[in-house]
């Protein structure tokens, strides 16, 4: 009957450690979607801001576009994408 029961367990303990890795798998997929996204927009920002004061040299994934009143830029990393418009100063609306 001893012999039954350890079977019994290390199929419990074998299959709540898959469940359990399937969990932190899919978390840290969750979380680094979450971080990617935060570069991305910190990058569309940043890139936004150098625009406004001449700089003319951004990285790969930016593309800049000036259009009327204000500046626009697209940030693409990996599968996500950031937008930002920021105003000239000249027209902004305070």
Known sequence: ?????QGQALFELILSSMVACLVIVLASSLLF??????????????????????ETTFPYQ?????RGTAVHVS???GREMERVELPF??????
């Open 1 to 5: 009957m001893i012999h039954h029961n």
């Open 33 to 54: 979607r979450c971080w990617q996204r935060v570069q991305c927009a910190y990058l569309a920002f940043e890139s936004a801001q150098q625009a406004l004061i001449g």
């Open 75 to 77: 940030a693409r990393c």
């Open 62 to 66: 930016v593309k800049v576009e000036f």
């Open 89 to 94: 100063l000249e027209h902004a609306r305070w």
